[in-house]
Structure formats: C-alpha cells, structure tokens
C-alpha cells in the first residue's frame, strides 16, 4: 500500500507522521488489497476539536473517505480509522458476496 501524507498549514513532527502512518499500516489487517491511503492533517477554527484529520482509502473499484476532528491529531487520525475500519470491512463483505 502507498501512503502518502499531508500536513496543511502546519510543520507535523517525524512522531505525529510516523504514528499516522503505522495507524494505517493497520488497516490492512481488514482488507489486504488497499491500493493507497493519503493522510492529511490540518488544523480547523472549532475549539472543542481544533484538530482534523482526512483519510482517503483507494480499494480497487471504490475510494472511501472519512473526516474526523479531534482535540488532538492522534485522536482525530484514532476516530478516523476506526470509521474507515468498518467501512472497510463493510465493502469487503460486499466484494465477497457479489463474487
């Protein structure tokens, strides 16, 4: 899988990219034949969750994504992939089903 990652209007330490990044690796254990993932990390005007992050998940046929605020990066990429974890598992049922 090819990640790539963003940081918008901010400089993201080497920890907060390699976190996202071994976040993601994750995702394969749902379904192996992710084809890319783009990370990016920007910050937002709200004050309860000033921190947002973005997945885009290319699976073949499909691309999913998921938005998710947070007080934190590392919260807001956490919530992330638990959403894009579901969405994940959901299209794999349905690739199963349809072969």
């Given at each position: 899988?090819?990640?790539?990652?963003?940081?918008?209007?901010?400089?993201?330490?080497?920890?907060?990219?390699?976190?996202?990044?071994?976040?993601?690796?994750?995702?394969?254990?749902?379904?192996?034949?992710?084809?890319?993932?783009?990370?990016?990390?920007?910050?937002?005007?709200?004050?309860?969750?000033?921190?947002?992050?973005?997945?885009?998940?290319?699976?073949?046929?499909?691309?999913?994504?998921?938005?998710?605020?947070g007080t934190?990066?590392?919260?807001?990429?956490?919530?992330?992939?638990?959403?894009?974890?579901?969405?994940?598992?959901?299209?794999?049922?349905?690739?199963?089903?349809?072969?």
């Amino acid at each position: 899988m090819k990640t790539t990652f963003t940081a918008r209007h901010f400089e993201a330490s080497a920890d907060l990219q390699q976190y996202c990044r071994d976040s993601v690796e994750k995702l394969e254990q749902f379904y192996d034949r992710i084809v890319m993932c783009d990370i990016i990390l920007e910050p937002t005007p709200d004050d309860d969750a000033p921190q947002q992050a973005e997945l885009i998940v290319k699976v073949p046929r499909k691309v999913l994504t998921v938005k998710e605020k947070g007080t934190s990066y590392e919260q807001a990429i956490h919530n992330a992939i638990d959403i894009i974890s579901r969405q994940l598992k959901r299209y794999k049922e349905k690739m199963h089903a349809t072969n």
